[in-house]
């Protein structure tokens, strides 16, 4: 067992109370993931900023938690049976704060599988579109003279967007009661904005994900957890 005083992300980040949850992240769609599980749940932590420049997230100490270099991560002082977990990977983190809180994962096996399964859509389907989307769209594969990559992933997303509004169909959330599916889901929709692409995707054609989001969005801890860390923190 590691503890957090040992650990090398605590020589660059450093914790102001080593006892409480800690997470290391940057408010990105999969960055605040996290941030608004852990706002929602209501357990005592600490955010540190990881930017994605390769200096933040291909340093020694954060490949130390995260051999992937990418956020978010945590280290959590409290795991179970007393010893610590550190992990990376959003849809695990979602998993683990769902089971460490009780909360927002059903204990009905039929209902909690159905919950994972639209949870393995977002990181199978909606994060990889949505962000290849953002890149050739709006980032730097916007300055690629074929059309095709483009073409591809608007093609993709509306898709999605298709699967998403046929669920919301008569529901206020992706799966019953509100969950770690629309904690993983919603941030996503969210991007459009950035990238300029919602006439192009017809966002407005998509009532039902509209109105999602604005209830998603109405949330007092998806309002605090959409800003943590903040952008502008030094």
Not at 123 to 132: A, D, E, W
Not at 158 to 180: A, M
Not at 186 to 196: M, N
Request: include cysteine.
């Amino acid at each position: 067992m590691t503890s957090l005083a040992d650990h090398p992300i605590n020589g660059r980040w450093p914790a102001a109370d080593p006892t409480v949850l800690q997470l290391y992240s940057f408010p990105t769609p999969n960055g605040v993931k996290a941030s608004i599980m852990l706002e929602e749940i209501g357990i005592p932590y600490e955010a540190h900023k990881v930017t994605l420049a390769e200096a933040d997230v291909k340093s020694p100490e954060f490949l130390a938690l995260n051999p992937n270099n990418k956020i978010p991560a945590i280290f959590d002082p409290n795991g179970p049976d007393g010893k610590s977990v550190q992990l990376f990977e959003s849809g695990a983190i979602l998993i683990y704060l769902a089971e460490k809180s009780g909360k927002f994962l059903p204990t009905d096996p039929v209902k909690r599988i159905e919950v994972l399964q639209w949870l393995m859509f977002q990181i199978g389907g909606v994060g990889p579109m949505f962000g290849q989307l953002g890149f050739f769209y709006k980032l730097a594969g916007a300055e690629i003279e074929d059309q095709r990559p483009v073409e591809r992933y608007l093609g993709e997303t509306k898709r999605l967007l298709g699967v998403i509004e046929k669920q919301l169909e008569g529901q206020d959330w992706i799966s019953g009661d509100y969950s770690i599916a629309d904690i993983a889901i919603a941030p996503w929709l969210r991007v459009f904005d950035h990238y300029g692409s919602k006439e192009e995707l017809e966002w407005d054609s998509y009532p039902n994900c509209v109105a999602y989001l604005a209830r998603f969005m109405a949330r007092p801890a998806v309002q605090r957890g959409v800003n943590i860390p903040a952008r502008d923190e030094t």
